[in-house]
């Protein structure tokens, strides 16, 4: 596959990728990980 020839279609692939990431996040945010709740690590907010 000739990546050089086709770079912009990658680059607006990745774009596209990197743009659903950061909407979802934002739509959604993140669940806290097992460390930092309470049943089973750290929980940062005592």
Same mark, same amino acid.
């Given at each position: 596959?000739?990546?050089?020839?086709?770079?912009? /279609?990658? =680059? @607006?692939?990745?774009?596209?990728? +990197?743009?659903?990431?950061?909407?979802? /996040?934002? =739509? @959604?945010?993140?669940?806290?990980? +097992?460390?930092?709740?309470?049943?089973?690590?750290?929980? @940062?907010?005592?």
């Amino acid at each position: 596959m000739n990546v050089i020839r086709y770079k912009y /279609v990658f =680059l @607006w692939f990745s774009a596209v990728l +990197i743009l659903a990431g950061v909407a979802s /996040v934002a =739509l @959604w945010g993140l669940k806290l990980g +097992i460390d930092f709740t309470k049943k089973f690590g750290f929980y @940062w907010s005592h």
